[in-house]
């Protein structure tokens, strides 16, 4: 007999009873789960008829950390729109459903696909977007790719892919239809989350419903922001990956538009609420992230840099101008991305980074000049290559101590550690790892170091004192147009006290009268008002990209690595236990109760570790522990492990990865 579909009314019941489609998260703004439920890491999921939404006789929603599509062909079989980590065969017997005969994959994301090996096992075909399939098929070539690890500014594709591969039976490409069952499916391609996204129409039992991936997660909202970090052009100009914050959003509104003109009854995202009225959504979520984007524009450092990309913006209402350039005083010299400070005394040169082995021979060139005298130390700002490329000649080749912040001296010593943009292989020995706030006397300058969290977490700023002189040297953390904040992954944190605003609050104290950065030959500087200005609009940016996500904290959906492996990658034998920590932060105002654990590799075995809790107390980082037995039989050669995350109310399979080299 032909099920009609719900009703509003009972389909906002199963809505409600499902509390709004998100088990695998509730979104803690404005849609947090009751105080009475269990916390979903303290036990192993289970499923229960709950977790189902019938849309129709034939199409079914399973409500998990993934939401996957069932579409039913009402003889035991079934066909699946993404199978988040697998825990959707639980519930499928409930649906009468015997076999799977196939999945379509909306984006290679690894939390869409991780249990699809449970299916192919069983016979089921997998179809994946045309222009992903390489990342699904041999993601081995992206992690055995030095490029995607050391020295990288491409985000594309981006690393949250599978750690091995699934045998891929073919491809979904733009405007295919598919015939299964009493379903037509036909593909729709909508990048914008990933390069290849596509979108599924599905049209059975008189509905149109369509299955969006990571396109958008509720009304006004998405589920992250840093997979939006893409290089973009304007005319005859292009930036990277690393210079695009946001830069992805022209093409994931152009596939809203896409979604919308379709007229979907239902839109149906991977994370977030099933949406009834799609075209409220998605007019929602362009309108915040114009709005999100105005204030970014506003004060970023990109608007210096590459100004004919930003001719829009000029001149708008709340858009700080820039400042201008001042002369630079005569105790100072600029090659590359490297300052000197010269001193009165002999020519004697202190030498801010070192980008490459070339600006080791300029400075030979200048010492043979009589322009310099003895180079006496190296302060190196921060871990970037362009910055830090030089290093290791300059350590063989002038006998003098490098110093820096303390927080940076962790990453440039043990970068292999570590998984950051623009990070070189080459460790670096740092002599003086110094304490936010400490002063020393070099010549006749008073020099302070300062822990200095803005381009990167990882920066450092120095401050030079010489009788009027005020000289604070900021690395690549301001322009002459604002701050430098335009690579998500360089964990650029919001909120009082962190971030930028912590910058600012400690330029408003110290009032320099100079200010440098490494890729400008000029001086600047901003005032009082202008400080203020900022932090004002980055308060404002905490409210509006909070809106835009569904985190209690707009950090979450913004700064990549606040699951992070430690070490990131390390080098193990054989037959022995390897020790890992993830690192959590706590980007919240309340504590949060977290587990993890790592999936191990099938040549080992397969399987998983035991879960490590713990609680993480607000506004902290705290590493979980976990042990890895390597079988003694393991080969030689490079793993990833996926760690699975359950952090307060969410549930996030296979968010972060460590990676372990046999030697």
């Known amino acids: 007999m032909h099920r009609q579909p719900p009703s509003r009314r009972e389909f906002l019941k199963h809505l409600a009873a499902l509390g709004a489609v998100s088990t695998g998260g509730a979104a803690l703004l404005g849609n947090r789960p009751p105080e009475t439920a269990a916390p979903v890491w303290a036990t192993e999921p289970k499923v229960s008829q709950e977790r189902i939404v019938r849309l129709s006789e034939h199409l079914a929603v399973f409500a998990g950390p993934i939401h996957v599509g069932i579409i039913l062909d009402g003889q035991g079989k079934a066909l699946l729109i993404d199978c988040g980590d697998g825990r959707v065969q639980q519930a499928l017997p409930s649906l009468g459903v015997q076999s799977v005969q196939a999945i379509l994959f909306t984006h290679h994301h690894r939390d869409q696909a991780c249990g699809a090996s449970a299916f192919t096992e069983k016979g089921a075909k997998l179809l994946v977007p045309a222009a992903e399939r390489p990342w699904f098929e041999k993601p081995e070539s992206y992690w055995q790719d030095p490029k995607h690890r050391w020295n990288y500014y491409i985000f594309h594709p981006h690393r949250l892919m599978l750690v091995e591969g699934l045998p891929v039976a073919g491809e979904c490409k733009n405007d295919q239809v598919i015939s299964w069952g ?11 989350h990933t390069d290849g996204s596509v979108s599924y129409l599905v049209e059975v039992d008189g509905q149109r419903v369509i299955f969006c991936g990571d396109l958008i997660y ?29 830069g992805a959003q022209w093409e994931l509104k152009a596939s809203l538009d896409r979604v919308r003109k379709a007229q979907p009854r239902w839109l149906i995202p991977s994370h977030g609420r099933i949406l009834e009225k799609p075209g409220e959504a998605i007019d929602a979520l362009v309108a915040q992230i114009d709005a999100c984007y105005d204030n970014y524009v506003a004060i970023s450092a990109l608007r210096h840099y590459f100004p004919e990309l930003f001719e829009e913006f000029q001149g708008r209402a709340g858009h700080m101008p820039l400042q201008p350039q001042t002369p630079v005083p005569d105790c100072l010299r600029h090659i590359g991305t490297t300052w000197i400070l010269v001193s009165q005394e002999q020519k004697a040169a202190l030498v801010m980074d ?22 006496e130390a190296l302060w190196i700002t921060h871990y970037h290559n362009d910055h830090v490329g030089g290093v290791a000649e300059f350590q063989k080749t002038f006998d003098c101590p490098c110093i820096t912040d303390e927080h940076l001296a962790v990453v440039l010593t043990q970068p292999m550690a570590w998984r950051l943009p623009c990070i070189s292989p080459d460790e670096i020995r740092v002599d003086r790892p110094t304490k936010h706030g400490q002063s020393w006397t070099w010549h006749e300058f008073k020099l302070t170091a300062f822990f200095y969290p803005g381009q990167t977490l990882y920066h450092s700023g120095l401050l030079v004192e010489r009788g009027d002189l005020k000289m604070f040297f900021v690395g690549d953390s301001h322009t002459p147009a604002g701050i ?11 909120g009082r006290d962190v971030g930028f605003d912590r910058c600012l609050a400690l330029l408003e104290q110290l009032q320099p009268t100079h200010m440098f950065n490494c890729h400008v030959d000029k001086a600047f500087s901003f005032t009082v008002e202008q400080i ?13 990209f909070g809106q835009l996500m569904p985190w209690d904290h707009p950090n979450y959906g913004m700064d990549e690595s606040w699951v992070r492996c430690f070490p990131y990658e390390q080098k193990v034998r054989a037959g022995q236990e390897a020790k890992v920590e993830v690192v959590l932060t706590n980007h919240s105002a309340q504590v949060h109760q977290a587990a993890v654990r790592a999936g191990l590799p099938k040549a080992w075995g397969g399987g998983t570790t035991v879960w490590a809790e713990a609680q993480i107390p607000a506004k902290t980082e705290k590493g979980l522990p976990l042990a890895v037995s390597i079988p003694a039989s393991a080969s030689q050669g490079r793993y990833v492990l996926p760690i699975d995350v359950r952090y307060g109310p969410w549930d996030l399979p296979q968010l972060a990865e460590a990676l372990f080299q046999i030697e």
């Open 484 to 494: 430098d904040d335009y690579c998500a992954q360089n964990r650029n944190w919001l």
């Open 218 to 246: 509720d009304k006004g909202q998405i589920w992250e922001l840093y997979s939006l970090q893409k290089g973009f052009e304007r005319g005859k100009r292009r930036i990277s990956d690393y210079h695009g914050f946001m």
């Open 354 to 375: 070192c980008g490459g082995p070339g600006i080791v021979k300029q400075l030979q060139q200048m010492q043979q000049q009589g322009e310099l005298g003895r180079i």
């Open 532 to 544: 203020r200005f900022m932090r004002v609009n980055l308060a404002e940016r905490e409210k509006l």
């Open 182 to 192: 009493p379903a037509r499916i036909q593909v729709l391609a909508t990048p914008g």
